[in-house]
């Protein structure tokens, strides 16, 4: 099962709040074919739900992960970060054998 921290759902809300056109959307994170290690993570808002899988992770925050990419997330953790070089979203994936230097790309 994917994991959001409360940091990362913190920053879902802000984005959020801070566009009305996202208002009641999804976070959809995503594998696709890319990145140095062959694999990298994408996410966006999204209002489509088809055959997806929903994952609750707060009151009134979901996630999104269709059924492919589902087999490269479970049990990842999704953190947002800040340091003094940078934030973002960071993917903790015990799935993946190895990741390349930017945290972005990975190989299964």
Not at 9 to 33: C, H, P, Q, T
Request: proline content about 2%.
């Amino acid at each position: 099962m994917l994991i959001l921290t409360d940091n990362a759902i913190k920053k879902v809300r802000e984005f959020r709040a801070a566009d009305a056109n996202l208002a009641g959307k999804s976070l959809r994170i995503f594998v696709e074919s890319g990145g140095c290690s062959g694999f990298q993570y994408g996410m966006a808002f999204d209002d489509s739900r088809s055959d997806d899988q929903v994952i609750q992770a707060a009151e009134d925050v979901s996630v999104l992960v269709d059924p492919n990419s589902a087999q490269y997330l479970a049990e990842a953790k999704v953190d947002f970060v800040e340091t003094l070089t940078g934030s973002g979203f960071s993917v903790s994936n015990p799935t993946a054998k190895s990741s390349c230097g930017c945290g972005q790309s990975f190989t299964v």
